[in-house]
Each structure stands twice: as structure tokens, then as C-alpha cells.
């Protein structure tokens, strides 16, 4: 009976090739078969920015289903869980491309927590945040000092409540919300702090230096938003 395969969780980082890891090329490398996460309309981000280290690899489509609801979403994970395990069982090793880092709001956990329930092994490599790779692009950090850092999506909880804590703070997954959120900044006063950037490292990136020129056709799923407090607002270098 063949020994059964590894599963690698590889994190490819926000967008632009140049910022996977050597760690995550090299787990791509290794593997034998590569599980891509599909969130429908045919876009696969993952594999896109890691195509040039896929190569002609076969490919393991795993359905990501971007809905609230949670049902649907635990049953896509099972699925794809099921669907690597049996690869594994054929003693072949399986890298499984995550966005970003996949220790921040991935996909992948519940995957990786089926079949390390399941008695495979399993293991993790990290990558750069959208968040970072946002922070950069803009021309300024996202803390220093004694400065705190908030890190939430949008659509998580009172983004009221959140505004009230006294810390930088980063949107992710905006969308649809965006607009919300320049609304609710702009009546606190904070909207002169606070810089866009969708699709990060993405052929079609959008930056915003003021979310307050953001319009709702500019705003992307992958669209994150950094708010900083009047006390450590930077000057931005982005153009």
C-alpha cells in the first residue's frame, strides 16, 4: 500500500508573483498535484499568480463558494477535503494555493482541519498579506511605535463599534460596503486618513490614496481599506 501523500497549504501571497515566498515556490514545486480554490465566474486568483510555478501539473478544482452562508461554505469544504484526501491516499502529495497569507481570513483552514482530522498530514506555508502589500503601495506602514493595529472585514460585526477603538485600523473585503464605511468615516471625521487599494498586485490594482474619491464602481472584493489616526497619519507616496 503506497504511503500516503502531504497536503501543503501554500500561501501565494496578494497578487503580484514577486512576492511569493521561496518557500511557497518550492512547495508548489514538490507537489504533485495543485488544488486551486474556485470562487466561481471562472476567476482562480491563486493560480493565476502562481501559474509560472505550476506548470502543466495537474490541477484538483475546489469549489469556494463566497456566501454567508455558512451551510454552503461547510459543505464545499468537506467536499474539497474529500476530494484531496483520496489524492493523497494514492500516495501523492497535494499544495493547495491559498490568497495571501493563510493565517489571516483564508479559506483553506477548514480544509486543513478535515484532513488533519482525517490522520493525513498537513502543514502550512505563510506568505505576505494584502494587507502589507496594500500598506507598501501606498508609501506608508501600518504601525509604529505603541500604535495599535485592527485588522477585521467589513462585513464582520459593528464597523461602529470598530470605529470607536482607538487604533489604526485595516478593512478588509470591502465591496459592496465601502461606501458605508467612507459614509461613516466621513461623519466622524476620519475620511482624510483613510486610503483604498483593490486587487493589490492584480493586473487591474486600483489605487486610492483618499477613499474619499472611491465610487461604487471602484471597489472590488479584494479591496482593502486603511484608516489611520489623526496622530500617526503620513503623507502618501502612491500615485
Same mark, same amino acid.
Given at each position: 500500500?503506497?504511503?500516503?501523500?502531504?497536503?501543503?497549504?501554500?500561501?501565494?501571497?496578494?497578487?503580484? *508573483?514577486?512576492?511569493? #515566498?521561496?518557500?511557497?515556490?518550492?512547495?508548489?514545486?514538490?507537489?504533485?498535484?495543485?488544488? #486551486?480554490?474556485?470562487?466561481?465566474?471562472?476567476?482562480?486568483?491563486?493560480?493565476?499568480?502562481?501559474?509560472?510555478?505550476?506548470?502543466?501539473?495537474?490541477?484538483?478544482?475546489?469549489?469556494?463558494?463566497?456566501?454567508?452562508?455558512?451551510?454552503?461554505?461547510?459543505?464545499?469544504?468537506?467536499?474539497?477535503?474529500?476530494?484531496?484526501?483520496?489524492?493523497?491516499?494514492?500516495?501523492?502529495?497535494?499544495?493547495?494555493?491559498?490568497?495571501?497569507?493563510?493565517?489571516?481570513?483564508?479559506?483553506?483552514? *477548514?480544509?486543513?482541519?478535515?484532513?488533519?482530522?482525517?490522520?493525513?498530514?498537513?502543514?502550512?506555508? *505563510?506568505?505576505?498579506?494584502?494587507?502589507?502589500?496594500?500598506?507598501?503601495?501606498?508609501?506608508?506602514?501600518?504601525?509604529?511605535?505603541?500604535?495599535?493595529?485592527?485588522?477585521? *472585514?467589513?462585513?464582520?460585526?459593528?464597523?461602529?463599534?470598530?470605529?470607536?477603538?482607538?487604533?489604526?485600523?485595516?478593512?478588509?473585503?470591502?465591496?459592496?460596503?465601502?461606501?458605508?464605511?467612507?459614509?461613516?468615516?466621513?461623519?466622524?471625521?476620519?475620511?482624510?486618513?483613510?486610503?483604498?487599494?483593490?486587487?493589490?498586485?492584480?493586473?487591474?490594482?486600483?489605487?486610492?490614496?483618499?477613499?474619499?474619491?472611491?465610487?461604487?464602481?471602484?471597489?472590488?472584493?479584494?479591496?482593502?481599506?486603511?484608516?489611520?489616526?489623526?496622530?500617526?497619519?503620513?503623507?502618501?507616496?502612491?500615485?
Amino acid at each position: 500500500m503506497a504511503e500516503k501523500g502531504v497536503l501543503t497549504g501554500v500561501s501565494v501571497g496578494p497578487g503580484d *508573483p514577486d512576492l511569493m #515566498t521561496l518557500a511557497a515556490v518550492k512547495a508548489i514545486q514538490a507537489a504533485d498535484v495543485i488544488a #486551486t480554490p474556485n470562487i466561481g465566474h471562472k476567476r482562480q486568483t491563486a493560480l493565476s499568480i502562481a501559474q509560472e510555478y505550476v506548470g502543466d501539473k495537474e490541477l484538483l478544482d475546489c469549489s469556494t463558494p463566497m456566501t454567508r452562508d455558512e451551510s454552503v461554505r461547510n459543505a464545499a469544504y468537506a467536499e474539497n477535503a474529500r476530494k484531496i484526501c483520496e489524492v493523497l491516499d494514492t500516495g501523492r502529495n497535494v499544495a493547495y494555493l491559498c490568497l495571501g497569507d493563510i493565517g489571516v481570513y483564508a479559506s483553506y483552514a *477548514p480544509v486543513h482541519e478535515h484532513v488533519i482530522a482525517a490522520g493525513y498530514e498537513a502543514v502550512i506555508v *505563510p506568505g505576505v498579506t494584502s494587507f502589507s502589500a496594500t500598506a507598501a503601495r501606498l508609501g506608508t506602514v501600518l504601525c509604529e511605535g505603541d500604535e495599535r493595529l485592527l485588522i477585521t *472585514p467589513v462585513m464582520a460585526g459593528d464597523v461602529d463599534e470598530i470605529l470607536d477603538v482607538k487604533a489604526n485600523k485595516v478593512f478588509m473585503k470591502s465591496w459592496r460596503e465601502v461606501l458605508d464605511l467612507r459614509d461613516k468615516l466621513e461623519a466622524r471625521g476620519q475620511l482624510e486618513h483613510a486610503s483604498m487599494v483593490a486587487n493589490c498586485g492584480l493586473p487591474d490594482e486600483k489605487v486610492f490614496p483618499r477613499l474619499a474619491d472611491v465610487t461604487a464602481d471602484d471597489a472590488d472584493y479584494f479591496s482593502v481599506v486603511i484608516v489611520k489616526e489623526e496622530h500617526a497619519s503620513r503623507g502618501n507616496s502612491a500615485s
